[in-house]
């Protein structure tokens, strides 16, 4: 069965870091391109960033460039969000999601949504 479990959330300050983690199990991993998502309330999901299966390629929102950090550890079976800098705008439910490619195709397979990890940016 197919699974991602996000981590790593918590409340920060802002300028603030924090790096979520997105471990994988149930299936070939490193196949996939990963992506990282965001709900804030009251909003749409949007997408943060993404990584291709051999994580030679990744994508960021305009948001978040040069800030946060995408990678992932095949033999972990992990993908990781550095997040640095942070700002109140950044508060969100972060979620991670399989792609239905080795890429960042922006189609994501339905039943690889985790449950989210809370991000909160606040003095």
């Known amino acids: 069965q197919l699974q991602l479990v996000e981590s790593g959330g918590g409340l920060v300050q802002p300028g603030g870091s924090l790096r979520l983690s997105c471990a994988a199990s149930?299936?070939?991993?490193?196949?996939?391109?990963i992506g990282w998502f965001r709900q804030a309330p009251g909003k749409e999901r949007e997408g943060v960033s993404c990584?291709?299966?051999?994580?030679?390629?990744?994508n960021y929102a305009d948001s978040v460039k040069g800030r946060f950090t995408i990678s992932r550890d095949n033999a972990k079976k992990t993908v990781y969000l550095q997040m640095n800098s942070l700002k109140p705008e950044d508060t969100a439910v972060y979620y991670c999601?399989?792609?239905?490619?080795?890429?960042?195709?922006?189609?994501?397979?339905?039943?690889?949504w985790g449950q989210g990890t809370q991000v909160t940016v606040s003095s």
């Open positions: 149930g299936f070939t991993f490193d196949y996939y391109g």
């Open positions: 999601a399989a792609d239905i490619s080795p890429y960042c195709s922006g189609h994501q397979r339905g039943d690889s």
């Open positions: 990584i291709s299966s051999s994580g030679d390629s990744t």
